[in-house]
């Protein structure tokens, strides 16, 4: 069972051990971080999510309470009713066990839920296909529209497409309790 609770500065550390490689930062940090991450960078990223009042970031707690991943909601348009999910990793020690994909699911039921917003969306390196198929199981499509345009992107010399993805609330899997 995963449960949601609002980020913390505290949570930091989490994120520190998660993120230890240039490749998991670079899937990660929507050209918001430079490698290596720090807890500075952390500390800021916090910062902001705290005074945008169209952003929030969650921490996703196992069984037993402790951090098991991290995402956030963000880019929240209120009059459309349209948010954007990124920053999200799952604990690498605990990959394998369906967290990313709860962990997703639960992200989706309180941006369609609770904040009775219509869409979400989020953007994936074509390389990533783990998550790529995570976020396509709990119904998120493919999009290609004004701002939302795939790029290739460079990483050591191998060339990436990241590309965009939406989940819409009528379309997306059924909420219940027990997923």
């Known amino acids: 069972m995963l449960r949601l609770r609002p980020y913390k500065p505290s949570d930091a550390a989490c994120l520190l051990r998660w993120l230890t490689d240039e490749k998991t930062v670079a899937f990660w940090k929507a050209d918001r971080f430079q490698w290596p991450l720090t807890k500075e960078q952390l500390a800021q990223y916090h910062r902001d999510f705290e005074s945008d009042p169209n952003a929030m970031a969650f921490t996703?707690?196992?069984?037993?309470?402790?951090?098991?991943?991290?995402?956030?909601?963000?880019?929240?348009?209120?009059?459309?009713?349209?948010?954007?999910?990124?920053?999200?990793?799952?604990?690498?020690?605990?990959?394998?066990?369906?967290?990313?994909?709860?962990?997703?699911?639960?992200?989706?039921?309180?941006?369609?839920?609770?904040?009775?917003?219509?869409?979400?969306?989020?953007?994936?390196?074509?390389?990533?296909e783990p998550a790529r198929r995570c976020y396509e199981a709990e119904g998120f499509r493919r999009i290609e529209r004004p701002g939302f345009e795939a790029r290739t992107e460079t990483f050591h010399g191998a060339q990436w497409e990241y590309f965009y993805l939406e989940a819409r609330r009528d379309e997306a899997p059924q909420t219940d309790r027990e997923k």
């Open 60 to 128: 996703a707690l196992n069984e037993n309470g402790g951090p098991a991943g991290h995402f956030s909601l963000r880019k929240i348009d209120w009059k459309e009713n349209r948010g954007h999910m990124g920053f999200i990793v799952v604990d690498p020690e605990t990959r394998g066990k369906g967290y990313g994909r709860r962990m997703v699911h639960l992200a989706l039921t309180y941006a369609f839920e609770v904040l009775g917003l219509k869409a979400v969306t989020l953007g994936v390196y074509d390389c990533n």
